[in-house]
């Protein structure tokens, strides 16, 4: 079972989290990178896997994306990077980031999709341009389960992205412990979590965005 997999069975009906793909699509990228942006600044904050999928093929995996692609603390300017090959994207495609942020017992899902137009080139490693690398970032919003706090995901814009965490979820028995990848590009993610506890899950919703 991918990240993919596990996230998209707690977000249900939110497959991009709180991000929109009835936008403008962006310019692939021309520097070959996705970056993810937390929500102080920095890079990823929380143990846990993360993928990227370009429409349904899987361009990035990580089994501990903060340790594999480390950015800086809160507050810092220095972002996660994962390079990405782009050369499946050929006229319209669809760039979608889930990541499974592990935080003592509980689960944080993270969706991001950026819609892109153009052909993609093979991954390189430059620095980000302004139509450079997506970037993630995480801002949240928790609902307990039986109410939703509804935080307005920035739009999938620039290369630039915030994240949006996806959902929370106590991992249960019967329930793996994965994570969910993000994606840097000037969009913002929004959050999407659900707290689930034991027998009884209880839900949370976050926000996070995605940057191109």
């Known amino acids: 079972m991918s990240v993919r997999d596990v996230v998209l069975d707690m977000v249900k009906d939110k497959k991009c989290g709180y991000t929109r793909t009835d936008v403008e699509p962006k310019p692939v990228p021309t520097d070959g990178k996705v970056t993810w942006l937390g929500n102080g600044g920095g890079g990823f904050t929380h143990t846990g896997p993360c993928e990227i999928y370009i429409d349904d093929?899987?361009?990035?995996?990580?089994?501990?994306?903060e340790e594999e692609y480390p950015g800086g603390p809160n507050g810092s300017d220095k972002l996660s990077e994962m390079p990405v090959d782009y050369s499946s994207c050929?006229?319209?495609?669809?760039?979608?980031?889930y990541w499974l942020g592990f935080q003592n017992e509980q689960w944080q899902a993270y969706v991001n999709c950026v819609p892109l137009k153009g052909s993609g080139g093979s991954t390189t490693q430059t620095q980000?341009?302004?139509a450079?690398?997506?970037?993630?970032?995480?801002?949240?919003a928790e609902t307990p389960s039986t109410e939703t706090q509804a935080t307005e995901a920035p739009p999938a814009?620039?290369?630039?992205?915030?994240?949006?965490p996806t959902t929370e979820t106590a991992p249960s028995a019967d329930t793996p412990e994965t994570e969910s990848p993000s994606v840097e590009t000037t969009t913002t993610e929004a959050p999407l979590t659900t707290d689930t506890k034991c027998k009884a899950p209880?839900?949370?919703?976050r926000k996070k965005g995605i940057a191109l």
């Open 90 to 97: 050929n006229g319209d495609c669809t760039l979608s980031f």
């Open 128 to 130: 980000a341009s302004n």
């Open 202 to 205: 209880a839900r949370r919703l």
């Open 132 to 140: 450079g690398s997506p970037a993630i970032g995480e801002k949240t």
């Open 57 to 65: 093929k899987m361009v990035l995996h990580g089994d501990d994306c």
């Open 157 to 164: 814009a620039t290369p630039q992205s915030v994240e949006t």
